[in-house]
């Protein structure tokens, strides 16, 4: 229960922190967004007086001292008021980003579970058949394909697959023709146009899996007790799974946390490339409309679902390693 | 033995030791199956980089060529949309992510070896603090971050997407080699310069860093991809200059003018391959640089 508390209370501090660098953020940057679309304005023609006063009036340049806007930004975030979006506008933040979320917790969350599963059993296999073509090829394979970039996976999917196989619906996540509800017409459609994404992100995150239990298991293989559990006569499935393989998963688990920043992040540029709308898309475009507020908000919420993911995995690394709960 | 000639032998070590070592690492590496495939890649694309505009049929920004040529005897990937040849901006394009990994691999493999060794060597408070902050940048995914960081510092060059990458890339690397500086802290021969009253900082960057070349060398080549990545990846979402010609907004232009409708699959697929080939070259070296840390991890040791 210690072991939950103390994690508990770094999650809390951790949130903390994350709130107040999104708050410092555009304060650390030089000029404010008002001023960079004043100078995309002056680009066209002079700018008068009147005119910028009503964009930074509308950009909501900051009022009061640092502690003061320190204050309000937490009371806002405490009822989920982010503001309202420039480039959707009249609609809330909140509203774009809770209608955006599902889409990139089922997608992310589903394709991460699984790359993750698949990617630990073939590092265990590679380990296990160590110098045959089951090691090399998955190692090699899997080497190569992690250096992939994301967007260049998806492109390259969406090209061969939308496009010239015309397999596959080429953007969006759901076709025209269903409206979203609760029927198996529109899941079904949901599921046909998340694969080309799912496949992104499962051939590209795939490897690191692989590479890192493969190489942790070679490590436990090396290990004493392994060797007494062979001398021992156990079969070899035995010894691999139970002996070795149990012990080689908990680093791999430490790694899943710390890489699932990077899948999101690559996700993010999958969406962009299938015009997937989850919250990556949403990033692009407030990215490319300069809409400050919707990603500021984005970017908190991309981060705290990060950080309560890694939660889990540490909550479940305490329930998996007792060494860990003293 | 004289005094003198100890000395001597000392100094002559001392000199040429760093030498040496170099050499022997790369013969280490070279022995390596998958690290030599690594080392001629990267040595190819390090050519390529320097002769670029003896190899280069045109200038990369000449947009003077018929627009979407897919590939003729004059232009053997085509031209752009823009009417710019696809092989020279290709061959140009080397130069910048090369240039990118190299600065921003050995920026946060800098700033990760200064925090790393100072954290894992100090037994203060400050470790507590430093631990938090290193946590934190871990957690935070570093993509979004980098696209926010960029979307405020608009229009920055190559110099920006270097800073954002280093920001956002140092804290593995600190990690690694904060947890290995705390292993080496209790060896004998650290106990023993510190008894002979050698000072922190000598200590440190004499007795300890020398000891974990490999770990620097792994580090340094892991930076070295995330910034390679992470820069195709902001240039394709069109977040650099995206007049300057590098893969990643040769992809940014191939999206935006339609290479998909119009069939120009060179354009899509020729500089993702060279960023995929590029990371791959440092990711295989890295496997070498595995075995020379970790003996379990070399190529042809049974279990």
Known sequence: MNFVLKKVGLLLLTLWAAITLNFLLPRLMPGSPADAAIAKLAQSGPVSASVQAAIKAQLGVPTGNIWEQYVSYLGNLAHFDFGVSFTFFPQSVSSLISAALPWTIVLVGVVTIVSFVCGTLLGVLAAWKRGTWLDTLPTVGGAFVSGFPYFWTALLLLFFLGYVAGLFPRSGAYGATVTPNFSIEFFGDALYHSILPALTILITSLGGWVLGMRNNMINTLGEDYVTFAEANGLKPKTVALRYAARNALLPNLTAFGLALGAVVGGSLLVERVFNYPGLGYLLYNAVTNQDYPLMQALFLMITVSVLLANFIVDILYGALDPRTRR | ?303
């Open chain 2, 1 to 303: 033995m004289t005094d003198t000639t100890i000395k001597k032998t000392f100094a002559s070590r001392r000199g040429t030791a760093p030498l040496l070592m170099l050499g022997r690492a790369f013969a280490a590496l070279w022995s390596s199956g998958k690290a030599r495939i690594g080392l001629v890649i990267l040595g190819l694309f390090v050519l390529v980089a320097i002769f670029a505009p003896l190899l280069a049929p045109y200038s990369a920004t000449d947009n003077s060529f018929t627009r979407g040529d897919s590939g003729s005897p004059a232009h053997l990937l085509g031209t752009t949309g823009a009417g710019e040849d696809v092989l020279s901006q290709l061959l140009y394009g080397t130069r910048i992510s090369l240039f990118v990994g190299i600065a921003a691999g050995t920026l946060a493999t800098l700033v990760a070896v200064l925090v790393g060794l100072s954290w894992g060597y100090a037994r203060t408070l400050v470790g507590d603090v430093i631990n938090f902050v290193v946590n934190l940048f871990l957690v935070i995914p570093a993509l979004p971050l980098m696209i926010v960081i960029a979307a405020y510092l608009h229009d920055g060059g190559i110099g920006m997407i270097v800073l954002v990458v280093v920001i956002t890339g140092w804290a593995t690397g600190a990690r690694v080699l904060r947890s290995q500086t705390q292993t080496l802290r209790s060896r004998d021969f650290v106990t023993a310069a510190v008894f002979s009253g050698e000072s922190s900082a000598r200590v440190v960057f004499r007795e300890i860093l020398p000891n974990m070349t490999s770990l620097i060398a792994g580090s340094f080549l892991a930076s070295a991809v995330g910034a390679i990545l992470g820069e195709a990846g902001l240039e394709f979402l069109g977040l650099g200059d995206v007049n300057t010609v590098s893969w990643g907004t040769m992809l940014f232009w191939a999206q935006n003018s339609n290479a998909m409708l119009t069939g120009q699959w060179v354009l899509l697929f020729a500089p993702g391959l060279c960023i995929a080939l590029l990371a791959a070259s440092l990711a295989l070296i890295n496997f070498g640089v595995d075995g020379l840390s970790n003996p379990r991890l070399r190529e042809g040791a049974t279990r």
